[in-house]
């Protein structure tokens, strides 16, 4: 089953939501700003939540590799971005992690911090929708047909499109 990358939010940023005059800003528009968050080791707790041994991890043009203690390779990180900027679910951009097991199936898609709200990222995630993905070749992911989640269209409609983006990178 898939995990839910952790939110972890930073600093107030005010937006202008269109109902005030200019540089006026009220409390129910002002949101948080998403935050990746990092084990003792540095790594992005994404990964951890995907690789849960991973000791270290290697950048590459295509992928972030991901090693055990030892120095083997567990699997292989593919992030999103920059292919997904724009993509926009509800609240805003919706990144995403796929990761990739050895075989280079994918073993897990995982929102990274959005602003997206909480509660629908949870409803999504009960749904199964992030589970479709499993199992499937980098090549069977980019022509499955997912379905959007009644209730969440707009963030798992973002979030198909953000897998797509970075799976046609392959």
């Known amino acids: 089953m898939?995990?839910?990358a952790l939110f972890v939010v930073g600093g107030v940023s005010a937006q202008h939501c269109?109902?005030?005059?200019?540089g006026q800003h009220c409390g129910r528009h002002m949101q948080q700003?998403?935050?990746t968050?990092?084990?003792a080791d540095g790594i992005q707790m994404d990964i951890v939540a995907a690789f849960p041994k991973v000791k270290s991890i290697k950048?590459?043009?295509k992928w972030t590799e991901v090693y055990d203690a030892q120095g083997k390779l567990l699997g292989y990180a593919l992030y999103s971005q920059p292919a997904?900027?724009?993509i926009k679910?509800?609240?805003g951009e919706t990144p995403v992690m796929i990761a990739l097991d050895l075989k280079k199936k994918i073993s897990g898609v995982y929102l990274l911090p959005c602003f997206e709200s909480p509660?629908?990222?949870?409803y999504v995630k009960e749904q199964g929708f992030f589970d479709q993905w499993n199992g499937l070749s980098i090549k069977q992911a980019k022509k499955k047909k997912v379905d959007t989640v009644s209730g969440a269209t707009f963030t798992s409609r973002a979030v198909v499109e953000s897998v797509q983006a970075v799976l046609n990178k392959f």
Do not use: E, F
């Open 2 to 4: 898939a995990l839910v």
């Open 18 to 22: 269109g109902h005030h005059g200019q």
């Open 33 to 35: 700003t998403p935050k």
């Open 37 to 39: 968050q990092y084990n």
């Open 59 to 61: 950048k590459t043009d």
């Open 84 to 86: 997904s900027n724009g």
């Open 89 to 91: 679910g509800y609240a």
């Open 119 to 122: 509660n629908y990222v949870q």
